[in-house]
């Protein structure tokens, strides 16, 4: 059973640098054809895809997100992080990762239960 499990702080100043964490057990974020992703939920408002990195490393960003958006994975870790630089209240949501079949057809598996970050001074 693959499971994802967010991790970082739940409240960050404006101008920060938020830091999330996704370590998966279960399976490898090497293994061909899946796609590791961030998407997030502002209060209110519907899904946003933020970016992805590949089983080879590759990454994808969310254009409107990118110039902030940075993602990396350790695979000693089996871990999957994103960093969004200039936080401001706007970017407050909860945060999932999950993992995206990009094999015949491309779908989410594999959710993760999020984590609630607050931008707030």
């Known amino acids: 059973q693959v499971q994802l499990q967010e991790s970082g702080p739940g409240l960050v100043k404006p101008s920060q640098t938020l830091s999330l964490t996704c370590t998966v057990s279960?399976?490898?974020?090497?293994?061909?054809?899946?796609?590791w992703t961030w998407i997030r939920q502002p209060p209110g408002k519907g899904l946003e895809w933020m970016g992805a990195?590949?089983?080879?490393?590759?990454?994808y960003h969310n254009p409107s997100l990118k110039s902030r958006t940075s993602i990396s994975r350790d695979t000693s870790k089996n871990q999957v992080t994103l960093q969004l630089s200039s936080v401001t209240p706007e970017d407050t949501a909860v945060y999932y990762c999950?993992?995206?079949?990009?094999?015949?057809?491309?779908?989410?598996?594999?959710w993760g239960q999020g984590t609630q970050v607050t931008v707030s001074s």
């Open positions: 990195i590949t089983y080879h490393g590759y990454t």
């Open positions: 279960g399976g490898s974020i090497t293994t061909d054809y899946y796609y």
């Open positions: 999950a993992r995206l079949i990009t094999q015949n057809s491309d779908y989410y598996d594999y």
